[in-house]
């Protein structure tokens, strides 16, 4: 299905290749192969990465690049990726990236008339050079880590959305990456710019089916101009095999609001930094997160909520479920900068446990510059479900495997109340009711082998 | 030896329920609690079990309805005439079993119609659609006075005192047990509040219905007039008698009771 690539590792050769075929401003492959080579592999030993050892993750066993045909429409596209791009809603535009190439973007021609830009990243490079600047790699510098550098050097594909000053855009924009190509390297970028006083909602969402290997190494900029509104959501469904590290960053400038949603069901390993920066006065963040981990899946979430305007606020609520042997770490920082004045900060992450051999770590700070009265604050826990909650569900007649099931999906309800989107609500209670019947059936199982043993 | 115990079981159903307890001792935390309690509630009687803080009331309630880390250590407890002892708490509700809890837990995220539903379909063996239980809901709502608004919310999550005791009596209504065991129901109400819960609860109380009325105050029995009153200490029933027995109390105290036992 996928063409067959000509050289592989990520290497001068493959630099020279995607040099040739474009998609990236002069200069910025060749800086970001530079520190690439330069950079070490991130440590354990440093905080930051203190959770997810990535030194044996051998980048060379993975192919750069596996190019797909274009296709002139949604009607080119093949089924099982439509398929995959799940329950759309009304949308105002899909873009499908297959493996290494943005095959589709279709934009609905009233949101193109008033002036919307959606478009591969590597075509908004050749024909809108100017809105790029200051922007690509801007949010999430290449210099960042070994990763954001390699991002930088071999990205292909990814998606660009402007939207005009004051453009409301009536109806999501959502981007498909869909992989379907083993012991592929694949490098989604989303670019998002928002100028004054405009609206959008952005859904990504990353699918593939249970694979091999595969390593996605994502990047998400979201520019928010002054009052503007984002809600920007990433939905990461991707198949077993799946390593998954994505920067995620937002500016948000002057009185502009940006909500996001972090929802985590997939991959194998998954490293996801979420961070937003309220750069101008009176500008707001909410950040959720949802994520539910089985066999021995490894999410590790890390988020900084970071003031520097006066009067920002943001608010923070990541939760999880985990089964099997899954392990999350969850690991948040608010920062008031000296100058903010009058901010509102909150955090909050919590963790149920649904097997005794599962794990989850939640390290929230705050780092408070601020000598003005702020109002900040932070909670977290992790633990199974509560035994009085189950014994007064039990006592009404509830069996067991029913209770648990009432206990977790009320758990992720104080979540799912403030998503707005119908149809990726709906899809989240989806996923975390048939996780929940699984764990139920498994629970089940494991009983009757152990009854047969005695 | 199954199939015997199910025809019995289809036997008793027709029968009048009842909870006999005998010689029933257990403890918490390797503490013995309760060091021996008969009693015997049938269907469409009222049984006051009083008694002071740290008699053991509230432990016979949870050990009767199978609360985790309550061990029995003697006695059994039999319910339609088979011995629950060994059952979980689901299956003792299923049965005709219900407690009405002392401090109700928060469930966050699972509202009251719809815990309630979960259960009603558990305790019936139905599946009754959303539409019809609204409407059961609604009866039993309208009779004891509760609002919309409270069985949208989520169960316990930000009740008042009242509206928790409320939503415990609501619970009760809908699941109709053959019998009730009420830990304190009257504790932590004001005076407006008790009347509205013991209204309730009186208005249940009918010949389908036995109860367990477990109380520390004479106030819950201005509402409701037992058929039996028993009074507990140190973990066994000192003293059993009729409605007088509550008045004998209020002059004397636990305290004079106690003496009086004791010199006796």
Known sequence: MAAVTTSTGFDEATLRRLLERGGAPDGVRERAFEQFQAMPMPSPETEEWRYTDLRDFDLSSFLPSAEEPFAENLDGVAPELLEAAGEIGERSGLSIQHNSTLVTAHLDPEARARGVTFTSLDDAVTTHP??????????????????????????????????????????????????????????????????????????????????????????????????????????????????????????????????????????????????????????????????????????????????????????????????????????????????AHQCDAYQTNRNILLSERAKADSIPNLEILSNDPVRCGHAASVGPVDEDTLF??????????????????????????????????????????TELEREASERLSGRGAEAHAV | MEQMQTVRESVKRTETAALEISGLRARVEGKEILKGIDLVVRQGEVHALMGPNGSGKSTLANVLMGRPGYELTAGQVLFRGQDITGLSADRRAQLGLFLAFQYPTEIPGVSVVNFLRSAYNAVKSEQISALAFRKRLKEKMNMLGVEDAMVNRYVNQGFSGGEKKKNEVLQLAVLEPEIAILDETDSGLDIDSLKAVATGIQQLIGPNLGVLLITHYQRMLNYITPDHIHVMMDGRIVSSGGPELAHELEKKGYEGLRKELGEG
Not at chain 1, 267 to 296: H, P
Not at chain 1, 317 to 329: C, E, P, S
Not at chain 1, 420 to 427: A, D, H, I, N
């Open chain 1, 130 to 339: 100017d809105l790029l600047e200051e922007r690509l790699h801007h949010a999430v510098p290449t210099v960042r880590t070994r990763f954001t550098a390699m991002h930088g050097a071999f990205r292909t594909g990814g998606t660009f959305v402007h939207v005009p000053a004051g453009v409301d855009v009536r109806f999501p924009l959502q981007a498909l990456t869909y992989v379907d190509a083993d012991a592929l390297a694949v490098f989604p970028h989303t670019l998002v710019v928002l100028e004054e006083g405009s609206s959008l909602t952005f859904i990504d969402r990353y699918v593939s089916p249970d694979l091999e290997r595969v390593f996605s190494n994502a990047v998400v900029e979201l520019f928010a101009g002054p009052g503007s509104r984002l809600r920007y959501v990433a939905l990461q469904e991707w198949g077993s095999g799946v390593t998954h590290l994505s920067v995620q960053r937002a500016h948000v400038e002057r009185d502009a609001e940006v909500r996001s949603l972090a929802v985590a069901f997939g991959a194998s390993l998954a490293r996801s930094e979420a961070e937003t920066i309220l750069l101008g006065d009176g500008g707001s963040s909410e950040m959720l997160g949802v994520y539910f981990g089985r066999s021995d899946q490894h999410f590790d979430h890390r988020s900084i909520q970071d003031h520097v305007g006066s009067r920002t606020s943001s608010d923070l609520l990541y939760k999880g479920a985990l089964r099997g042997q899954a392990r999350a770490i969850y690991s948040g920082n608010v920062i008031i900068r000296q100058g």
């Open chain 1, 392 to 433: 007064y569900i039990r006592s009404r007649g509830i069996p067991e495997a029913e209770a648990q099931r009432l206990v977790v999906t009320g758990f992720f309800q104080e979540v799912l109340d403030r998503v707005t989107l119908q149809e990726v609500r709906g899809s989240l209670e989806a996923t975390i009711a």
